[in-house]
């Protein structure tokens, strides 16, 4: 029912900041809790952040708190991820995440469509 795409992705330096993007198609995109979650090589996927459909409830991974922002722009059917002092453990790949009816989950099988994933590669 819907399709998401990621960008934004890229390599910065330990301190720096970048902004992803996932770009969703469909026809009911303001109904959908957006998640973003990531995956370094040889680890497990792991949430990042979530935000409601009305962008009133978020939630946060307590490694990201005060550091990310997620937000959404319904209008444009889009959700971003704000990464700002980023360190190198935040190295992976980000994938954007759509669930209808499971609220701002931290786990990935509450969520229904996924993006393909960006790199984001942060150096010492």
């Known amino acids: 029912q819907v399709q998401l795409v990621e960008s934004g992705g890229g390599l910065v330096q330990a301190g720096g900041s970048l902004r992803l993007s996932c770009a969703a198609s469909?026809?009911?995109?303001?109904?959908?809790?957006m998640g973003w979650f990531r995956q370094a090589p040889g680890k497990e996927r792991e949430f990042v952040a979530a935000?409601?459909?009305?962008?009133?409830?978020?939630n946060y991974a307590d490694s990201v708190k005060g550091r990310f922002t997620i937000s959404r722009d319904n209008a444009k059917k889009t959700a971003y991820l704000q990464m700002n002092t980023l360190e190198p453990e935040d190295t992976a790949v980000y994938y954007c995440?759509?669930?209808?009816?499971?609220?701002?989950?931290?786990?990935?099988?509450?969520?229904?469509?996924w993006g393909q994933g960006t790199q984001v590669t942060v150096s010492s």
């Open positions: 995440a759509a669930n209808q009816y499971r609220g701002v989950a931290d786990q990935p099988y509450k969520y229904d469509y």
């Open positions: 469909g026809r009911s995109f303001s109904s959908y809790t």
């Open positions: 935000i409601g459909w009305g962008g009133g409830s978020t």
